[in-house]
């Protein structure tokens, strides 16, 4: 470039600027001043376009679904009072696992002991009356009675028997005979008010077996009951589980409506996923391949992007559409060794729903969008690249 003229007039010089223009792979720096350059000097050309190229594949491909699932428990148990009485006794850790048939809690026992004692009183009076009703001592003695009259009457028969010929030719007065016949008869109706006793008490006595019988039971099955409410004050862990926080202090009175439950035992080892499809979705399974498919194994997504390390399996699908959300309810099952999952945690459920054979496959970045068309660059074999349009499968 031309040197510049000197100024017309003093003026306070001015810093130098530069101009960066972006050339390959570095940088043009030219100098900015009062004067132009050559018009003859030319703008370099840009350097191409670097572009990476992959071969199209073809392979078959599984199709996969993800939907947003909610951990659960395996199993919950409420861990409940079953009688009223005071809390005296927490027997493990909040949080811990406990045993099946681990005691875990103790309540005030005293009270339940003295009821079964009293029930066994009971019980033992009832049997014993019982006993006696079986004996049937009052029978044995109507019978004895019975048979004391018949003896009357045989006898009364027998002087009736013998006074009656010599009544009829006067060796004895007529009045004798006549005795006799009366006290026959007396004899006769002593016996039939015996026997009608005798049947009597042998009736009250079946009904008295049957009111003892009855008793006895009864005071059994009141006993029964004392020892059921007795052994209710020692309260063991239905299952295998790891116990939440305790509802209720110890010292206070539980068994009442307001404070039956205790604690909470979760089963969370295999733990559940509760997830729920949609009708489109729960139609296009189906009828993927014509028929129903083979349940697929599932994968768990976790909330921080990890994948579960065991594979789970369908174990749930609920019968009806929701009606509200238009959803089908579908529970799947994970082993949880450790219990490292815990209930109320979010996850993603992937599963594969089909696959698609022979499928052509291109990168994801590879496919651009303009508006609602779809295309990719594709290099012929004369290396000239050409634009084509794609539809997605």
């Known amino acids: 470039p031309a040197p510049c003229p ?11 600027f530069f101009l960066a223009f972006g050339v390959g792979p570095g940088l043009a720096m030219l100098p900015l001043g009062c004067g132009g350059g050559s018009s003859e000097q030319a703008k370099p ?5 670097t572009v990476v190229m992959q071969e199209v594949r073809v392979a078959d491909v599984p199709v996969f679904a993800e939907f947003t699932g909610r951990l659960e428990a395996y199993q919950t148990i409420d861990v409940s009072a079953r009688v009223e009485g005071v809390l005296i006794k927490r027997l493990f850790e909040e949080g811990d696992e406990v045993a099946e048939g681990q005691v875990i809690f103790e309540i005030d026992d005293r009270p339940f002991a003295a009821r079964v004692k009293e029930a066994q009183a009971a019980l033992d009076k009832a049997t014993a009356d019982l006993r006696l009703a079986r004996e049937q001592v009052q029978v044995r003695a109507a019978e004895a009675s019975v048979v004391q ?12 028997a013998r006074l009656r010929p010599l009544a009829e030719i006067d060796a004895v007065p007529r009045q004798d005979l006549d005795n006799a016949v ?19 008490t042998k009736l009250s006595t079946e009904k008295e077996i049957a009111r003892g019988a009855a008793a006895v039971a009864a005071a059994a099955a009141d006993l029964d009951m004392a020892d059921i409410n007795l052994g209710y004050c020692t309260i063991t862990a239905p299952t295998t589980g790891r116990i939440g926080k305790t509802t209720i202090d110890v010292g206070n009175v539980v068994g009442r409506p307001d404070s039956a439950l205790l604690a909470t035992i979760r089963v969370i080892d295999p733990i559940d996923v509760s997830f729920a499809i949609s009708e489109a979705d729960y139609l296009r399974f189906i009828n993927s391949d014509g028929g129903t498919p083979e349940v697929p194994d599932l994968t768990l997504i976790l909330a921080d992007g990890s994948t579960w390390k065991e594979v789970g399996e369908l174990r749930f699908a609920e019968r009806l559409i929701d009606l509200r959300t238009g959803t089908m309810t579908i529970r799947g099952r994970f082993p949880n060794p450790d219990d490292l999952q815990r209930p109320g945690m979010f996850g993603r459920i992937r599963a594969e729903v089909r696959e698609l054979p022979k499928a052509i496959l291109v990168p994801r970045r590879a496919v651009m969008q303009r ?7 594709v290099v012929g074999d004369d290396g000239v690249v050409k634009q084509r349009a794609v539809t997605l499968g």
């Open 6 to 16: 000197p100024p017309r007039r003093p003026r306070r010089r001015l810093p130098a």
């Open 45 to 49: 050309p840009p350097p191409p376009v």
């Open 149 to 160: 009259a018949q003896a009357q009457l045989a006898r009364a028969r027998a002087d009736e």
């Open 182 to 200: 009366a006290y026959t008869q007396v004899m006769q109706a002593e016996l039939d008010a015996r026997e009608a006793t005798l049947e009597n």
């Open 371 to 377: 508006q609602t068309a779809r295309y990719v660059y």
